[in-house]
């Protein structure tokens, strides 16, 4: 269910010099926003939506992320955050893995906004991933435990309102023969394969974690608990064990992947109740081809939107939350831009940015999708 509440949204014209929309369309959308101004006086709110996760809670459907350029550098993430929630961003996605959890604190902190006016994502890192916060095979639960606690440390708060685990850990003996953990610049010593949830290990790994985050849930530290980058098989594995179903799914989704579905995960969450949010939903490392796809062009042009927007659309018509991250101040009015105006794509349009491929990557299939 999609519902709309009201945050203030700091006016910028900054948001028309954007190197993501041509000329022409600065000029339109200027003249558009002189004449509201005008005619109404100044922008005071923007409607953003929610939806409501499978415990009843509502959760801001665009977010911002410090996993991106300012990720373990708090002092960076501090400003950012601080610039982001002016802008009108209703809450932070983080993660004790982007090493900057201080800066988010400090950059909430600086903004004025209450804490409790707005939405707090963290994750912890799975089990048997040693890269930034060691949680050890053997010590999966109580690993986890203290890693929720170490992210309330950081935060600055004594609840969050949602904790993932951040992607399924990483065991010997896998399946997979690529020697890498999660993601290919990021080689793991300690457990160097990728997760096969089928296998008895790693299904025991993620249901001690699950259980952990059950406790910190039912103790009232976090309002809800998730996963991040499950495939199916783990999913699966946790509902073993699991009292509270996870409320969300947060996995890598944006326009040219080749369909609203790669690999049937996203049906399979939505038959069990399970919100998803799409991370990197301007194709990370691929954004330049996706923002200069001519389909993708003619169509921002057709509405006087910029290409972001378009793609930033079409998760959002699917049904979709996402999480956005940049540090530039009209990047991120360009982004909140998308709920601005009564504007939606057309069925032939979305089938068409849903048929492109040109930027298939997928973590999540490389992790465990295809086992």
Request: net charge negative; with cysteine.
């Amino acid at each position: 269910a999609i519902h709309w509440v009201n945050l203030d949204v700091h006016s910028s014209f900054r948001f028309f010099c954007s190197t993501r929309m041509s000329t022409a369309m600065r000029f339109v959308n200027f003249v558009a926003v002189f004449v509201t101004l005008w005619s109404f006086g100044p922008v005071g709110a923007t409607d953003i939506p929610t939806v409501t996760l499978n415990n009843g809670i509502r959760m801001p459907v665009m977010l911002w992320g410090s996993g991106g350029p300012t990720q373990e550098n708090a002092t960076s993430t501090q400003t950012a955050v601080k610039l982001a929630l002016q802008a009108g961003f209703p809450g932070i996605d983080t993660a004790n893995h982007y090493h900057n959890q201080v800066g988010v604190a400090l950059g909430i902190a600086d903004s004025g906004v209450s804490r409790k006016e707005l939405w707090l994502e963290t994750k912890v890192e799975p089990c048997g991933h040693s890269l930034i916060t060691p949680i050890l095979p053997g010590n999966c639960y109580n690993g986890t435990l203290g890693a929720f606690e170490q992210n309330l440390k950081q935060l600055d708060t004594d609840q969050v309102d949602i904790t993932l685990i951040h992607a399924p850990p990483c065991v010997p003996n896998s399946t997979w023969a690529d020697p890498q953990c999660m993601w290919p610049d990021q080689p793991d010593a300690v457990y160097p394969q990728h997760c096969n949830c089928a296998a008895s290990e790693p299904c025991s790994m993620m249901q001690a974690q699950w259980k952990a985050l059950e406790v910190m849930y039912h103790a009232g530290k976090t309002r809800a608990i998730g996963v991040s980058n499950f495939c199916a098989p783990c999913l699966e594995c946790i509902s073993k064990v699991a009292t509270v179903t996870p409320a969300l799914n947060q996995l890598q989704l944006h326009v040219g992947m080749g369909g609203e579905d790669p690999g049937g995960l996203i049906k399979y969450c939505q038959d069990r109740h399970i919100a998803v949010q799409a991370y990197s939903p301007l194709a990370a490392d691929q954004h330049a081809k996706l923002l200069t796809n001519p389909t993708v062009t003619a169509i921002a042009e057709a509405h006087g939107k910029t290409t972001a927007q378009v793609c930033l659309r079409w998760v959002f018509q699917l049904g979709h939350a996402l999480a956005t991250s940049t540090v530039s101040p009209e990047y991120m009015q360009d982004d909140l831009g998308v709920f601005a105006g009564g504007w939606s794509l057309t069925t032939a349009e979305m089938d068409s940015l849903s048929a492109l491929t040109v930027a298939p990557d997928s973590i999540v299939k490389s992790m465990c999708l295809l086992q």
